[in-house]
């Protein structure tokens, strides 16, 4: 039996589609899941088996409509318990939702952004104005939102950005020529960096954009925004009387070993690390690795928490799904869509309340935003 003091922080994604961030067909990102402890998750276990599943496991990009409904069923429950989780944070019981969602068009610009504004890349005399964007956010926060409408805009930049993030080494003239449109809209669309886009060494840019093998994750939308996720974790922990510590136990793909790998690198240099002279994270001891979601419940829901989000976010956004369908003729089946939609929207927007109420009670955030 676990101490009421240790938390479980299942994790799951929807919408990735790897480097491909421009995907038209899954235009939003979502990773994250529920954090629990052990008695939630006994009492998780009972209300999954009262809905009585066809399937041993929970995989909501398989479901019917009809099984949708009850998994939604499911997701109210436990948006509801999380209420009660936000009044007490030391309550016997634990369950909250914390994901990240976002455009990946969005990542991809901001992934952008950090990789080119360096000071290491050009004269010194640009350096302190270049290192602001670090520590100074209202000037980062001016800076991505004048290359976000410029880049977005422009499908042809866009393309050359996601470009950038796919070359190889051996590939080096035709992503020069990639740069080179970049680096000219930037010094169209921004202000005060002029000087420096000028001046910048492209080439070791381009060094630093260059796929390597080893470092393959390093494209993926996940690990680009789990450090995120660790800081509301680590801040939960805080704001708790019971100093709870953390595991995480996130779905693996195994076409995708290498994310694993990159696991395994924050588990020895990240977590449960005392020193206070680097950002580390002290409340959470391990993430496991190599897991199977047919194991893991807690997994399972997490897949349904963030594809019945991003599920909806792609029908609010003129979309349709396996579940959603244009032009339904079929009386029975226009109502179930309609009681499906109902549900779909239900959740998503009391999942925001928790996080409002999170921000106003303990300035964490539940739900992130890029």
């Not at 740069?179 to 169209?188: G, T």
């Not at 609010?316 to 244009?326: A, Q, W």
């Not at 959740?347 to 964490?364: F, P, T």
Request: with cysteine.
């Amino acid at each position: 039996m676990e101490s009421n003091s240790d938390l479980h922080f299942y994790v799951d994604e929807s919408g990735n589609t790897g480097s491909n961030l421009l995907n038209e067909s899954q235009p939003f990102f979502v990773f994250g899941g529920w954090l629990m402890n052990e008695k939630y998750e006994n009492k998780l276990r009972n209300i999954v088996d009262y809905f009585e599943f066809e399937s041993k496991e929970l995989h909501y990009k398989k479901q019917s409509i009809g099984l949708a409904l009850k998994s939604l069923e499911i997701m109210n429950k436990m948006i509801n318990d999380s209420m009660e989780t936000l009044i007490n944070l030391d309550s016997e019981e634990f369950i909250l939702p914390v994901i990240i969602e976002t455009r990946k068009e969005d990542i991809l610009i901001e992934k952008f952004m950090y990789t080119v504004f360096d000071s290491y890349y050009s004269d010194r005399k640009y350096k302190e104005n270049i290192d602001r964007l670090i520590y100074d956010s209202d000037a980062k926060v001016k800076l991505l939102d004048e290359i976000k409408v410029g880049f977005k805009s422009d499908k042809s930049i866009m393309s050359d950005v996601e470009g950038l993030y796919k070359y190889r080494e051996e590939d080096v003239e035709e992503a020069m020529k990639m740069l080179d449109h970049c680096i000219s809209k930037l010094l169209k669309i921004t202000e005060g960096y002029e000087g420096f886009l000028k001046d910048i060494d492209k080439h070791a840019v381009l060094d630093d954009f260059s796929v390597k093998d080893k470092f393959q994750y390093a494209s993926e939308t996940s690990t680009n925004t789990i450090g995120a996720l660790l800081d509301s974790l680590e801040k939960i922990s805080n704001a708790s009387n019971r100093n709870y510590k953390i595991t995480i136990y996130p779905d693996s793909d195994e076409s995708k070993i290498y994310i694993d790998d990159y696991w395994d690198e924050l588990n020895e240099v990240s977590f449960g690390r005392e020193s206070e002279n680097v950002n580390m994270y002290k409340n959470i001891f391990k993430m496991y690795t190599k897991l199977n979601s047919s194991e893991y419940l807690g997994i399972q829901l997490s897949d349904v928490l963030c594809s019945t989000r991003n599920e909806y976010m792609r029908i609010k956004d003129g979309m349709y799904t396996s579940r959603f369908k244009k032009n339904i003729k079929n009386e029975k089946r226009k109502r179930q869509q309609k009681e499906f939609f109902k549900n779909l929207q239900s959740c998503y927007y009391a999942v925001l309340c928790i996080n409002k109420i999170s921000m106003q009670l303990y300035e964490i955030p539940t739900v992130i935003c890029f």
